[in-house]
């Protein structure tokens, strides 16, 4: 008999990817307020948002191995609450230097919830199905990009970027609680693999140890450069939409929610398209997208182009990532935590090094060469996965 679904599980990961991604988000639109107060540029600013970032990506292989130790669905909880408390202290951060500091510990809390989200519904949920969930849990993250980085903008023009950060506390607090009481009643939510009879240290080498397996290696490099090209593209757009369109914080940061309402309408129809289209299909959609929809928005003359680009690039993004995301929770099927932790290191240190990069261009030569170069360079990734992901798929 099929095990069902674990809808309302799912539901409070989804809860916890959005408070993920709004925390991750969030800085995108406070680059201006970040500088004026702190009196430094938007690029120096940005050192907020690769702080965040670094850790986020760089300690990602800890949390597969750890959480098949404690169990995946538990350590979700755990980082949420302390990320909730996290929040609170760069609300009161005193200098860009100490809110650049505790961004980097938050980073480390916030960056495992998703991964170890994702390699949950891999453990429980069969592959046959696990696309069509995987899809539908993203919604919870596209609601977190776009609403985080739109209420972000508005919270800090009206109330200031401080009040940011409280609002975010208290929603990721208001998360761990339904994790928590979800614990209490669901076996499924307490379960966690049997011990591998190795220590911790093993299991970490481990982690890296699975880029021998060539497959592994082509998923990471992909979601590496996906990481570099689009996360690291889209820190910048606010502050591209405020410079070249004069729209105010507020408005530029509500502007992501275009990109977000792309993702999920790829969520929505998630199921017919892979169904008619198949992966390879995908990942090649996903990747015309994203380059039309992210060269839109560094020429665009007016708002409305700029938000039919957004909307472009948050659907190309998010089928071209939920291909990914799928592969990576089977491409090591033995190992399947560490997998997935590999996974977000590869995606969320790319991010990093992309938002890193792209603060010497946006201070230099500005926002428009950076993301048009993000433009040509995601084509180029798409159509080498999915030529990848053919061959693979004919050898099997």
Same mark, same amino acid.
């Given at each position: 008999?099929?095990?069902?679904?674990?809808?309302?599980?799912?539901?409070?990961?989804?809860?916890?990817a959005?408070?993920?991604?709004?925390?991750?988000?969030?800085?995108?639109?406070?680059?201006?307020?970040?500088?004026?107060?702190?009196?430094?540029?938007?690029?120096?600013?940005?050192?907020?948002?690769?702080?965040?970032?670094?850790s986020?990506?760089?300690?990602?292989?800890?949390?597969?191995?750890?959480?098949?130790?404690?169990?995946?669905?538990?350590?979700?909880?755990?980082?949420t609450?302390?990320s909730?408390?996290?929040?609170?202290?760069?609300?009161?951060?005193?200098?860009?230097?100490?809110?650049?500091?505790?961004?980097?510990?938050?980073?480390?809390?916030?960056?495992?919830?998703?991964?170890?989200?994702?390699?949950?519904?891999?453990?429980?949920?069969?592959?046959?199905?696990?696309?069509?969930?995987?899809?539908?849990?993203?919604?919870?993250?596209?609601?977190?990009?776009?609403?985080?980085?739109?209420?972000?903008?508005?919270?800090?023009?009206?109330?200031?970027?401080?009040?940011?950060?409280?609002?975010?506390?208290?929603?990721?607090?208001?998360?761990?609680?339904?994790?928590?009481?979800?614990?209490?009643?669901?076996?499924?939510?307490?379960?966690?693999?049997?011990p591998s009879?190795?220590?911790?240290?093993a299991?970490?080498?481990?982690?890296?140890?699975?880029?021998?397996?060539?497959?592994?290696?082509?998923?990471?490099?992909?979601?590496?450069?996906?990481?570099?090209?689009?996360?690291?593209?889209l820190a910048?757009?606010?502050?591209?939409?405020?410079?070249?369109?004069?729209?105010?914080?507020?408005?530029?940061?509500?502007?992501?929610?275009?990109?977000?309402?792309?993702?999920l309408?790829?969520?929505?129809?998630a199921?017919?398209?892979?169904?008619?289209?198949?992966?390879?299909?995908?990942?090649?959609?996903?990747?015309?997208?994203?380059?039309?929809?992210?060269?839109?928005?560094? +020429? &665009? *003359?007016? %708002?409305?182009?700029?938000?039919?680009? =957004? !909307?472009?690039? @948050?659907?190309?993004?998010? /089928?071209?990532?939920?291909?990914?995301q799928?592969?990576?929770?089977? +491409? &090591? *099927?033995? %190992?399947?935590?560490?997998?997935?932790? =590999? !996974?977000?290191? @590869?995606?969320?240190?790319? /991010?990093?090094?992309?938002?890193?990069?792209?603060?010497?261009?946006?201070?230099?030569?500005?926002?428009r060469?950076?993301?048009?170069?993000?433009?040509?360079?995601?084509?180029?990734?798409?159509?080498?996965?999915?030529?990848?992901?053919?061959?693979?798929?004919?050898?099997?």
């Amino acid at each position: 008999m099929t095990q069902p679904t674990p809808a309302r599980a799912v539901l409070l990961l989804a809860f916890a990817a959005f408070t993920s991604a709004a925390a991750t988000r969030a800085v995108d639109p406070l680059l201006v307020p970040l500088a004026d107060d702190f009196g430094t540029t938007p690029g120096g600013a940005s050192i907020a948002v690769t702080a965040f970032l670094l850790s986020y990506g760089l300690l990602q292989f800890f949390h597969g191995p750890l959480g098949d130790r404690v169990g995946k669905y538990r350590l979700v909880f755990i980082y949420t609450l302390i990320s909730g408390a996290a929040m609170f202290a760069s609300a009161f951060a005193p200098t860009l230097e100490v809110l650049a500091a505790v961004r980097f510990a938050s980073g480390a809390m916030v960056g495992g919830m998703i991964t170890l989200a994702l390699a949950w519904i891999g453990d429980v949920v069969p592959y046959e199905r696990r696309q069509g969930v995987l899809a539908k849990f993203m919604i919870g993250q596209l609601v977190g990009v776009g609403g985080g980085a739109a209420a972000a903008g508005l919270v800090a023009e009206h109330f200031g970027w401080r009040a940011v950060f409280l609002l975010l506390g208290v929603v990721m607090l208001s998360g761990a609680l339904g994790l928590w009481l979800e614990l209490r009643v669901n076996v499924l939510a307490q379960h966690k693999p049997p011990p591998s009879g190795r220590n911790f240290g093993a299991d970490l080498r481990g982690v890296f140890g699975l880029l021998s397996r060539p497959w592994v290696r082509v998923v990471f490099c992909a979601v590496l450069l996906e990481g570099m090209l689009m996360y690291g593209s889209l820190a910048f757009m606010p502050l591209h939409l405020h410079q070249t369109l004069g729209l105010s914080v507020g408005a530029s940061g509500a502007f992501i929610m275009f990109f977000a309402a792309g993702g999920l309408a790829y969520a929505l129809s998630a199921a017919k398209l892979v169904r008619r289209l198949g992966e390879q299909g995908i990942a090649r959609l996903g990747g015309a997208f994203m380059a039309v929809g992210v060269g839109l928005v560094a +020429m &665009a *003359p007016s %708002a409305p182009v700029a938000m039919a680009g =957004l !909307f472009l690039a @948050g659907a190309g993004f998010y /089928s071209f990532h939920n291909t990914l995301q799928t592969n990576a929770t089977q +491409m &090591a *099927p033995d %190992a399947r935590g560490s997998g997935v932790s =590999l !996974f977000a290191f @590869g995606l969320f240190g790319g /991010s990093s090094l992309g938002v890193l990069t792209g603060s010497y261009f946006v201070d230099g030569i500005g926002t428009r060469p950076l993301l048009a170069g993000c433009s040509l360079g995601v084509i180029g990734l798409a159509l080498y996965f999915s030529m990848r992901l053919g061959a693979r798929k004919a050898s099997a």
